[in-house]
């Protein structure tokens, strides 16, 4: 058993009850915030859980935050209390099972400040960087306060924690990758050294490399172009391993998905893969491409399965119709069951005018050699956002990143693995208008014993917001925060 498991269980026999409660309420939640809580997993499955709020106002300076702990259950196991200045905000959270990273913006100090904590609720390092100029350029023109809830850091397994700021630099979009140890006080920074960059995004994690798309201008001012990227970077020292064009192949792949091998530095990348005449990628893509790589970024072997003749032949006749409707698909991830086999867990948006529409889910099964089995289409009520000028001007492909980082737009929720393999359920949100019932709900589709199941939960609620999270298998959690009671509830609700 891992030291991750021995504080968990630890904790819990302190805790006064180890009953499974499955709802839990908290009172005195003065603020919280959207990335405040979140999952703590072991080997895939859930855990316990972690949030952080504002519990009191200590004088006009600080208030009193707290970090509370839970299990599986939500019995609770800790909490943890400490007076700080009133003018920190958390933007965002994350767990990479042995510790959790708050990221606040400190507006005293113009700082962003990122504490680690470990499962214990101890405080084990502090690590901090500068608003700059660049950063707060983009912010300006992506028209949010510095302060802004965000969805940019990510956990790398036991290891830590990476950040990408994202910034302008004379007007010209670029970022900063950042990475924070979890294990040791130890921190580094990328900055691209490319003229220019038009954006970076976080793909996953190999055993030793973290990996990113980026997007780089080319071309002319009269015939501009935009190139994708694929960026290799050590994680123990943050030094580039490989960057290579996505066009090198035989067609142009816009990778959006991760998965890797332990015990290698093999990883698999999945996309969407285009005709390499197609200039800024904004078109509709030929098909689902994926490619084998080593960790010198060599592509050691590749696979493409097309819309139009191997997806076609599974889709369901009646649901061919709505593939066109689908738009441009961005896939949130790509899961390895026991068996070897691969599904893609993808999501539809189009563009029309200066809003993006968020479509219809889409589950696409592969064989061990890659080979389509089966493509399911989810049918779901569209949504739709406006874009920042800035984002206008993007192709498709990195307007679909920031739906998912920056607008939080995709229904997609998450998805929960057991630890064989074996099964997994995949989880996202809809707006209804039915005659029995209108307003939204939480769906699942599942996976077990070679077969797919759906189940929904009407979340209808008086509570000012609502999230759904991965919980213990055949369960969801579901936190409410009622503003006008100062009151968290949470609870687990059974999924089929």
Not at 162 to 190: C, G, H, M, R
Not at 416 to 442: C, E, M, P, R, W
Request: proline share 2%; glycine share 6%; with cysteine.
């Amino acid at each position: 058993m891992n030291k991750f498991l021995y504080s968990i269980l630890a904790l819990i026999a302190l805790a006064q009850s180890t009953a499974a409660q499955n709802k839990l309420s908290i009172e005195n939640v003065r603020t919280v915030y959207l990335r405040s809580t979140g999952p703590i997993t072991s080997n895939d499955e859930v855990k316990g859980y972690f949030t952080f709020f504002q519990s009191d106002k200590v004088d006009k300076k600080n208030n009193e935050y707290t970090l509370q702990l839970m299990d599986e259950n939500l019995n609770k196991v800790k909490d943890v209390q400490f007076v700080d200045s009133k003018n920190i905000i958390l933007q965002e959270s994350a767990s990479d099972n042995k510790s959790i990273l708050f990221k606040f913006y400190n507006a005293d100090e113009k700082t962003y400040d990122c504490r680690v904590y470990g499962v214990d609720g101890k405080q084990k390092f502090n690590y901090q960087r500068e608003v700059d100029k660049k950063t707060l350029d983009y912010l300006k023109a992506m028209k949010v306060p510095p302060g802004t809830e965000s969805n940019n850091l990510f956990a790398v397994e036991n290891k830590g924690f990476i950040a990408v700021y994202q910034q302008l630099v004379d007007d010209i979009p670029s970022f900063e990758i950042n990475f924070y140890s979890s294990t040791e006080k130890k921190q580094w920074s990328y900055v691209p050294s490319v003229v220019k960059p038009a954006g970076g995004s976080f793909l996953g994690c190999s055993e030793n490399l973290a990996l990113f798309n980026v997007i780089k201008s080319a071309g002319s001012p009269i015939a501009p172009k935009l190139e994708t990227w694929i960026l290799g970077i050590y994680l123990q020292t943050g030094q580039r391993a490989f960057e290579i064009r996505t066009d090198a192949q035989q067609y142009n792949m816009t990778p959006m998905s991760v998965i890797s091998f332990k015990g290698t530095d093999n990883f698999m990348l999945l996309g969407a893969y285009f005709d390499k005449n197609e200039k800024n990628l904004s078109g509709r893509s030929l098909g689902v491409g994926l490619w084998l790589m080593n960790s010198s970024g060599r592509v050691v072997n590749s696979k493409y399965n097309s819309w139009e003749t191997e997806i076609s032949k599974v889709l369901n006749v009646n649901e061919k119709g709505r593939v066109e409707d689908l738009g441009y698909v961005f896939f949130h991830d790509l899961i390895e069951t026991a068996n070897g086999h691969f599904f893609a867990v993808c999501e539809g948006y189009r563009k029309a005018g200066s809003r993006m529409v968020v479509t219809d889910m889409l589950l696409l099964h592969f064989d061990e050699k890659f080979n389509i089995r089966d493509a399911k289409i989810f049918a779901k009520n569209s949504n739709s956002l406006e874009l920042p000028a800035i984002v206008q001007l993007m192709n498709l492909a990195a307007a679909g990143n920031y739906i998912k980082y920056g607008a939080y737009g995709f229904d997609y929720a998450f998805t929960q693995i057991n630890k064989s393999h074996s099964a997994f359920s995949v989880g996202y949100t809809d707006y209804v208008k039915d005659k029995d019932y209108k307003g939204l709900t939480f769906n699942a589709i599942s996976y077990n014993n070679d077969m797919l199941t759906t189940d929904k939960i009407n979340l209808k609620s008086e509570s000012g917001s609502m999230r759904i999270f991965a919980a213990k298998p055949g369960s969801v959690m579901i936190m409410e925060y009622f503003k006008k009671e100062k009151k968290l509830d949470m609870r687990l609700e059974k999924i089929n």
